[in-house]
T-cell receptor
């Protein structure tokens, strides 16, 4: 079974440019997560989707970040415009279902963003 | 708010046991996890423990939970060079899937 797929794996852009990351979760997983991992830190949740609905986006900087999960499968995370401080690894994860029961989150390899 | 803390580095000799420690602040934590991250790779779940358990053993891995002190540890027996990685402690509460991660402990295994 394929795991969580993310692309691109690496991205280098100049500041003020837009950038987009794509995630394909494990088939059948209803919940999708985007995490930000700064260098030397643990991941921090940016947004969580239940199917196509964003149920927790409290940590998403909405002035420059946006996300969508059309049809409740693939998801895209966008930054526009990118700033130097956005350089980090962006991780996507997916899990089977709803809160209240144990749901293992499966992580993709991440997209490493470098903003120059 | 919730906070999870870990020591930054641990260095052990191959064949010895490694013990990685973690403290957390959220008393409503339901699940506590240990993840492994190798260079350029995503996070791999090693094991987890439910908050009403004190201990969980899985092959070379032993997890100890002291809920009173909010302290979690991961013991790796017979540590191998392939165990060199960053280990993250994380917790979540019953009513949310949100994982709160520690800063990670870099384990270095030398021959």
């Amino acid at each position: 079974e394929a795991g969580v797929v993310q692309s691109p794996r690496y991205k280098i852009i100049e500041k003020k440019q837009p950038v987009a990351f794509w995630c394909n979760p494990i088939s059948g997983h209803n919940t999708l997560y985007w995490y930000l991992q700064n260098l030397g830190q643990g991941p921090e949740l940016l947004i969580r989707y239940e199917n196509e609905e964003a149920v927790d986006d409290s940590q998403l900087p909405k002035d420059r970040f946006s996300a969508e999960r059309l049809k409740g499968v693939d998801s895209t995370l966008k930054i526009q415009p990118a700033e130097l401080g956005d350089s980090a690894v962006y991780l996507c994860a997916s899990s089977l279902g709803a809160s209240g029961v144990y749901n293992e989150q499966f992580f993709g390899p991440g997209t490493r963003l470098t903003v120059l | 708010g919730e906070d999870v803390e870990q020591s930054l580095f641990l260095s052990v000799r191959e064949g010895d046991s490694s013990v990685i420690n973690c403290t957390y602040t959220d008393s409503s934590s339901t699940y506590l996890y240990w993840y492994k991250q190798e260079p350029g790779a995503g996070l791999q779940l090693l094991t987890y423990i439910f908050s009403n358990m004190d201990m969980k053993q899985d092959q070379r891995l032993t997890v100890l939970l002291n809920k009173k002190d909010k302290h979690l540890s991961l013991r790796i027996a017979d540590t191998q060079t392939g165990d060199s990685a960053i280990y993250f402690c994380a917790e979540s509460s019953y009513n949310t899937d949100k994982l709160i991660f520690g800063t990670g402990t870099r384990l270095q295994v030398f021959p």
